[in-house]
Nanobody, 120 residues
Framework: QVQVVESGGGLAQPGGSLRLSCAASGVIFGIYSMAWYRQTPGKQRELVAQIAAGGSTNYQDSVKGRFTISADNANDTMYLQMNSLRPEDTAVYYC??????????????WGQGTQVTVSS
């Protein structure tokens, strides 16, 4: 069973930086993509950034130019470097790993979430 664990959340001041990490374990058939989502109370979980196994990335418009997603494919680990943080970036950040279950099928595995708070 694939397990996903996030780390690196915490408190940052506006304009500051944080780096989130996501490690997947138990992957047998490889990873199709990994992504960061975030959620605030009363709102739906939203996609922040995604990276495919081949390295292509996409970002939510509000984080473009400020956040950078990257991956260490050899270690099934993903990172989110968050710079120029704003109070509206405050949320619980979740890692999602879309891993292969077989030759053509995939499944989504979620981490438990890590809190990011941006406040002075």
């Amino acid at each position: 069973q694939v397990q996903v664990v996030e780390s690196g959340g915490g408190l940052a001041q506006p304009g500051g930086s944080l780096r989130l990490s996501c490690a997947a374990s138990g992957v047998i058939f490889g990873i199709y993509s990994m992504a960061w989502y975030r959620q605030t109370p009363g709102k739906q979980r939203e996609l922040v950034a995604q990276i495919a196994a081949g390295g292509s990335t996409n970002y939510q418009d509000s984080v473009k130019g400020r956040f950078t997603i990257s991956a260490d494919n050899a270690n099934d680990t993903m990172y989110l470097q968050m710079n120029s943080l704003r109070p509206e970036d405050t949320a619980v950040y979740y890692c999602k790993c879309k891993a292969f279950k077989g030759p053509t099928t995939t499944a989504d595995y979620w981490g438990q979430g890590t809190q990011v708070t941006v406040s002075s």
